[in-house]
């Protein structure tokens, strides 16, 4: 809920901004364009289209590309003559460009949507009726940029750390319903074997919500803060693959081993349990909560009933799959703790979200 409420938010802003930069560039295009063939408009709507981390560098190359593109179609408009050989170099183009966004849809591509708005460009260049100098087109292209870029920055300015706030917490959320999961089933190893697999799809619970602030990895997002958001989520999605490990090892081990271990299992599950509350909190409200709980002696705990389980020679323990299990398991909670306990003392004593 609070992934999407983040995530609408940042779309009604942004809309309002484009609707802001439009409404200027009608009232620039009808008294003070060179071309009023809607250039100005064209530019300001598509530099106003950014995302969230890079939205300056994302506005100057989309202006590239419509530069390119008046360049591109009024070179067609002078040179090409024949009516056939003209439409069939649009088509071309079009073609060249869906064969590159094709294969390279899957890749790290911060041009590609410039790409779309060269073709777009050309395409609106190509066949507008009135044919203008390039450099009036120009001037009003640079108009609709300037408009589009700066109701994007100044009329409703992008809250870097209000949005990464909101997208950790979505997921920090999604982390501690499973883990709450989690314990449901320690509790029921040593009642009901079918109750130990869990009914509920991981891989759907643990999945990335709209809100995640996967613009932290933009090429070219702000350097001050790249190296601290980036180790967050970074660390955080070794969480997430943990719980999933820990998930799978749960559902391959015996439930006669389990239940041995359930106790302590779930003693060390809902201390890491309460640090995803701790980081939750911190980021939905500002606060650091101060915690009392000893966060060490539950791993010592639960290693050492592990001790007792499994033989301690490793020559006896690649014998028994469920030695291997359940060792994996214990490793994995024990690496998680780490991890959450690192994530905490990361955290500055005071935000500015």
């Not at 094709?102 to 890749?107: A, D, I, M, N, P």
């Not at 109750?195 to 932290?216: C, I, N």
């Not at 958001?229 to 998930?247: C, G, M, P, Q, W």
Request: hydrophobic share 50%.
């Amino acid at each position: 809920m609070i992934n999407r409420l983040a995530l609408k938010s940042f779309f009604w802003r942004n809309a309002f901004a484009v609707g802001i930069a439009v409404f200027i560039a009608t009232f620039i295009n009808r008294y003070y364009s060179f071309t009023h063939a809607c250039w100005i408009l064209l530019t300001a709507y598509i530099v106003g289209q950014t995302t969230r981390g890079t939205p300056i560098r994302q506005s100057h190359f989309r202006f590239l590309g419509i530069v390119a593109a008046v360049f591109v179609s009024s070179l067609m408009i002078t040179m090409i003559s024949r009516q056939s050989w003209y439409y069939g170099i649009i088509g071309f183009v079009f073609v060249i460009g869906a064969q590159t966004l094709f294969l390279t849809r899957q890749l790290e591509f911060p041009a590609e949507k410039a790409v779309i708005f060269f073709l777009f460009g050309v395409l609106f260049g190509a066949l507008a009726p009135e044919k203008f100098p390039i450099y009036q087109r120009l001037i009003d292209v640079l108009l609709g940029f300037v408009i589009g870029l700066s109701c994007s920055l100044l009329v409703v300015p992008f809250r870097l750390e209000q949005e990464f706030c909101e997208g950790v917490v979505a997921v920090l959320q999604t982390l501690h319903e499973y883990s709450e999961e989690l314990r449901k089933r320690i509790d029921l190893f040593g009642e009901n074997t079918a109750a130990a697999k869990s009914d509920t799809d991981l891989s759907l619970l643990l999945k990335r919500q709209p809100g995640y602030p996967d613009w932290v990895f933009e090429v070219g997002f702000n350097p001050g803060l790249r190296g601290g958001f980036r180790f967050f989520l970074v660390n955080l999605d070794r969480v997430t693959e943990l719980f999933a490990s820990i998930d799978y090892q749960i559902s391959q081990a015996s439930p006669v081993l389990l239940q041995q271990i359930s106790t302590s299992m779930n003693d060390a599950v809902k201390k890491n349990q309460e640090l995803l509350e701790i980081m939750q909190t911190y980021f939905a409200q500002n606060k650091l909560q101060q915690s009392a709980s000893d966060y060490t002696s539950d791993i010592v705990a639960l290693e050492k009933r592990l001790n007792n389980i499994v033989p301690a020679n490793m020559e006896l323990l690649d014998i028994s799959a469920d030695n291997l299990y359940l060792t994996a398991i214990v490793r994995d909670i024990k690496d998680l703790r780490n991890i959450l306990l690192q994530l905490i003392n990361s955290l500055p004593s005071k935000t500015s979200h």
